[in-house]
């Protein structure tokens, strides 16, 4: 399995920006589809976007579209998820997660369709 780590969670305020990263390792980088969720308080882990083994498909949660964009670098072994106009509802653990797929078509958005977790990232976004 491909080894994540999550950085780049924080505290922020409302309207402001957070860049989380992920570094993968273990495996080739390149052979995943990649995914960023979060996890407020409670039992749910809701997918946030998605991204295909060449960053060329992507997918949004509806509550996150034209705020956040999710991107990788394959050379560097790691995926981004860059956070504008923050609200204090994005406050959560957010994770990334890998599946093994070079299919530009198989991009899940269910947290089941995922074998390899981070232990994921803080962000807080104060009123």
């Known amino acids: 399995q491909v080894q994540l780590v999550e950085s780049g969670g924080g505290l922020v305020q409302a309207g402001g920006s957070l860049k989380l990263s992920c570094a993968a390792s273990g495996r080739t980088f390149s052979n995943y589809a990649m995914a960023w969720f979060r996890q407020a308080p409670g039992p749910e882990r809701e997918f946030v976007a998605t991204i295909n083994w060449s960053g060329g498909t992507q997918y949004y949660a509806d509550s996150v579209k034209g705020r956040f964009s999710i991107s990788r670098d394959n050379a560097k072994n790691t995926l981004y998820l860059q956070m504008n106009s923050l609200k204090p509802e994005d406050t959560a653990v957010y994770y990334c997660?890998?599946?093994?797929?070079?299919?530009?078509?198989?991009?899940?958005?269910?947290?089941?369709?995922?074998?390899?977790w981070g232990q994921g990232t803080q962000v807080t976004v104060s009123s």
């Open positions: 997660a890998a599946v093994y797929s070079r299919s530009s078509r198989y991009v899940p958005q269910s947290k089941t369709d995922y074998r390899s």
